[in-house]
Protein backbone atom coordinates (compact mmCIF):
# COMPACT_ATOMS: atom_id res chain seq x y z
CA UNK A 1 0.00 0.00 0.00
CA UNK A 2 1.23 3.46 -0.86
CA UNK A 3 2.07 5.53 1.82
CA UNK A 4 0.06 8.10 1.91
CA UNK A 5 2.06 11.91 1.52
CA UNK A 6 1.81 14.43 4.35
CA UNK A 7 0.30 17.89 3.61
CA UNK A 8 3.12 20.17 2.53
CA UNK A 9 3.48 23.13 6.14
CA UNK A 10 2.26 26.36 4.89
CA UNK A 11 5.37 27.97 7.05
CA UNK A 12 2.93 31.46 6.70
CA UNK A 13 -0.58 30.45 7.92
CA UNK A 14 -0.05 32.10 11.25
CA UNK A 15 1.64 35.16 10.33
CA UNK A 16 -0.33 35.80 7.39
CA UNK A 17 -3.35 35.39 9.76
CA UNK A 18 -1.96 38.13 11.74
CA UNK A 19 -1.15 40.46 9.01
CA UNK A 20 -4.52 39.93 7.44
CA UNK A 21 -5.90 41.16 10.27
CA UNK A 22 -4.28 44.96 10.57
CA UNK A 23 -0.97 43.79 12.33
CA UNK A 24 2.30 45.18 10.32
CA UNK A 25 4.82 43.44 12.20
CA UNK A 26 4.51 39.45 13.70
CA UNK A 27 7.43 38.15 16.05
CA UNK A 28 7.50 34.32 16.91
CA UNK A 29 8.75 33.45 20.32
CA UNK A 30 9.87 30.31 21.33
CA UNK A 31 12.18 28.70 24.07
CA UNK A 32 15.07 26.60 24.66
CA UNK A 33 16.23 25.03 27.83
CA UNK A 34 13.05 24.37 30.06
CA UNK A 35 14.48 20.74 31.08
CA UNK A 36 18.03 20.50 32.10
CA UNK A 37 19.32 20.44 35.88
CA UNK A 38 21.89 23.30 35.02
CA UNK A 39 22.08 26.98 33.20
CA UNK A 40 19.55 29.36 32.45
CA UNK A 41 16.27 29.19 30.28
CA UNK A 42 16.46 31.00 27.13
CA UNK A 43 14.28 32.88 24.61
CA UNK A 44 14.23 34.68 21.11
CA UNK A 45 11.75 36.78 19.46
CA UNK A 46 12.16 37.19 15.83
CA UNK A 47 10.61 39.33 13.09
CA UNK A 48 10.61 37.69 9.47
CA UNK A 49 9.84 39.94 6.80
CA UNK A 50 6.51 38.99 5.60
CA UNK A 51 6.33 36.62 2.76
CA UNK A 52 9.45 35.51 3.91
CA UNK A 53 10.69 31.86 4.81
CA UNK A 54 14.38 31.18 5.15
CA UNK A 55 14.96 27.90 3.51
CA UNK A 56 16.12 24.69 5.74
CA UNK A 57 14.52 26.35 8.69
CA UNK A 58 12.28 24.12 10.83
CA UNK A 59 11.82 23.07 15.05
CA UNK A 60 15.74 23.43 15.72
CA UNK A 61 14.95 20.05 17.78
CA UNK A 62 14.78 18.41 14.27
CA UNK A 63 17.92 19.61 12.76
CA UNK A 64 22.22 18.40 13.68
CA UNK A 65 23.46 21.22 15.36
CA UNK A 66 25.97 22.09 12.83
CA UNK A 67 22.93 23.19 10.64
CA UNK A 68 21.30 25.16 13.29
CA UNK A 69 24.71 26.95 13.72
CA UNK A 70 24.85 27.81 10.28
CA UNK A 71 20.98 28.77 10.10
CA UNK A 72 21.28 30.83 13.20
CA UNK A 73 23.63 33.58 11.31
CA UNK A 74 21.49 33.31 8.00
CA UNK A 75 18.26 34.06 10.72
CA UNK A 76 20.08 37.33 12.24
CA UNK A 77 21.37 38.26 8.75
CA UNK A 78 17.70 38.04 6.85
CA UNK A 79 15.17 38.63 9.91
CA UNK A 80 13.68 42.20 10.41
CA UNK A 81 14.38 42.25 13.85
CA UNK A 82 15.36 39.69 16.52
CA UNK A 83 16.24 39.49 20.24
CA UNK A 84 17.49 36.45 22.08
CA UNK A 85 17.26 36.81 26.11
CA UNK A 86 17.36 34.91 29.16
CA UNK A 87 16.17 34.08 32.83
CA UNK A 88 18.98 33.38 35.19
CA UNK A 89 18.88 30.23 37.42
CA UNK A 90 18.36 32.26 40.44
CA UNK A 91 14.89 33.44 38.82
CA UNK A 92 14.60 29.90 37.51
CA UNK A 93 14.64 28.76 41.53
CA UNK A 94 12.74 32.19 42.14
CA UNK A 95 9.88 32.07 40.57
CA UNK A 96 9.68 28.39 38.78
CA UNK A 97 10.38 27.30 35.54
CA UNK A 98 7.43 28.28 33.61
CA UNK A 99 7.24 31.43 34.98
CA UNK A 100 10.84 32.24 34.24
CA UNK A 101 10.27 30.87 30.67
CA UNK A 102 7.64 33.53 30.30
CA UNK A 103 9.68 35.79 31.66
CA UNK A 104 12.59 35.05 29.09
CA UNK A 105 9.88 35.49 26.54
CA UNK A 106 8.83 38.63 27.96
CA UNK A 107 12.41 40.21 27.57
CA UNK A 108 12.79 39.04 24.02
CA UNK A 109 10.04 40.71 22.96
CA UNK A 110 10.39 44.21 25.19
CA UNK A 111 14.31 44.34 23.80
CA UNK A 112 13.52 44.12 19.94
CA UNK A 113 15.01 46.47 18.33
CA UNK A 114 11.75 47.48 16.82
CA UNK A 115 8.42 46.85 17.84
CA UNK A 116 6.52 43.71 17.02
CA UNK A 117 2.54 44.48 17.20
CA UNK A 118 1.13 40.70 17.48
CA UNK A 119 3.48 36.93 18.34
CA UNK A 120 2.74 33.81 17.69
CA UNK A 121 4.40 31.75 20.58
CA UNK A 122 5.25 28.10 20.56
CA UNK A 123 2.97 25.82 23.58
CA UNK A 124 -0.68 25.97 24.86
CA UNK A 125 0.16 28.97 27.49
CA UNK A 126 0.60 32.56 26.84
CA UNK A 127 2.97 34.61 29.16
CA UNK A 128 2.34 38.43 29.39
CA UNK A 129 3.54 40.56 26.66
CA UNK A 130 3.24 44.18 26.04
CA UNK A 131 1.68 42.91 22.64
CA UNK A 132 -1.48 40.85 21.61
CA UNK A 133 -0.55 36.74 21.48
CA UNK A 134 -1.47 33.91 19.67
CA UNK A 135 -0.15 30.21 21.41
CA UNK A 136 -0.03 27.41 18.83
CA UNK A 137 0.58 24.06 19.68
CA UNK A 138 3.82 23.12 17.60
CA UNK A 139 4.63 26.12 16.74
CA UNK A 140 8.58 25.97 15.98
CA UNK A 141 6.85 22.82 13.20
CA UNK A 142 4.20 25.43 11.58
CA UNK A 143 5.61 28.84 12.20
CA UNK A 144 8.55 30.20 9.89
CA UNK A 145 9.51 33.37 12.91
CA UNK A 146 8.43 30.81 15.62
CA UNK A 147 10.77 27.84 13.80
CA UNK A 148 13.04 30.95 13.49
CA UNK A 149 13.44 31.48 17.35
CA UNK A 150 13.08 28.43 18.26
CA UNK A 151 16.77 28.13 16.34
CA UNK A 152 18.15 31.44 17.80
CA UNK A 153 17.37 30.02 21.75
CA UNK A 154 18.53 26.96 21.50
CA UNK A 155 22.07 27.72 19.20
CA UNK A 156 22.18 31.00 21.72
CA UNK A 157 22.20 28.53 24.98
CA UNK A 158 24.13 25.55 23.58
CA UNK A 159 26.85 27.92 23.26
CA UNK A 160 26.38 29.18 26.81
CA UNK A 161 26.29 25.45 28.06
CA UNK A 162 29.57 24.99 25.86
CA UNK A 163 31.10 28.42 27.91
CA UNK A 164 30.39 26.69 31.50
CA UNK A 165 32.37 23.67 30.16
CA UNK A 166 35.46 25.72 30.05
CA UNK A 167 34.68 26.73 34.05
CA UNK A 168 33.19 23.73 35.24
CA UNK A 169 34.51 20.51 33.10
CA UNK A 170 33.76 17.76 35.36
CA UNK A 171 30.19 17.98 34.44
CA UNK A 172 30.57 17.25 31.09
CA UNK A 173 28.28 20.03 29.80
CA UNK A 174 29.39 20.45 26.27
CA UNK A 175 27.95 16.87 25.88
CA UNK A 176 24.72 17.31 27.56
CA UNK A 177 23.96 20.74 27.96
CA UNK A 178 22.65 20.35 31.00
CA UNK A 179 20.33 17.82 30.44
CA UNK A 180 19.78 15.06 33.07
CA UNK A 181 21.47 12.22 31.22
CA UNK A 182 23.40 9.30 33.28
CA UNK A 183 26.57 10.80 32.97
CA UNK A 184 25.44 14.21 33.82
CA UNK A 185 23.78 12.68 37.11
CA UNK A 186 27.28 10.65 37.61
CA UNK A 187 29.07 13.86 37.68
CA UNK A 188 26.48 15.65 39.79
CA UNK A 189 26.51 12.62 42.72
CA UNK A 190 30.81 12.14 41.94
CA UNK A 191 31.54 16.65 42.33
CA UNK A 192 28.01 17.80 44.03
CA UNK A 193 26.08 20.51 42.44
CA UNK A 194 27.77 23.93 40.78
CA UNK A 195 26.77 27.47 41.04
CA UNK A 196 25.00 27.01 37.43
CA UNK A 197 22.87 24.25 38.52
CA UNK A 198 18.90 24.30 39.57
CA UNK A 199 18.75 22.81 43.03
CA UNK A 200 14.98 22.37 43.03
CA UNK A 201 15.71 20.11 40.26
CA UNK A 202 17.88 18.42 41.69
CA UNK A 203 15.77 16.92 44.93
CA UNK A 204 15.44 13.45 43.43
CA UNK A 205 18.75 12.77 42.28
CA UNK A 206 21.26 13.76 45.64
CA UNK A 207 18.47 13.25 47.96
Excluded at 71 to 95: M, N, R
Excluded at 124 to 136: D, G, K, S, W
Aim: aromatic letters at 8%; one cysteine or more.
Amino acid sequence: MAKKEQPAIDWLRYENEAYAQGCTAVCGIDEAGRGPLAGPVYAAAVILPPGVVIEGVNDSKKLSAKKREALFDVICEQAAAYAIACAEVSEIEQLNILQATFLAMRRAVEELPAAADFAIVDGNRLPELPIPARAVVGGDANSASVAAASILAKVSRDRYMMQMDELYPQYGFAQHKGYGTALHVERLREFGPSPIHRMSFLKNILS
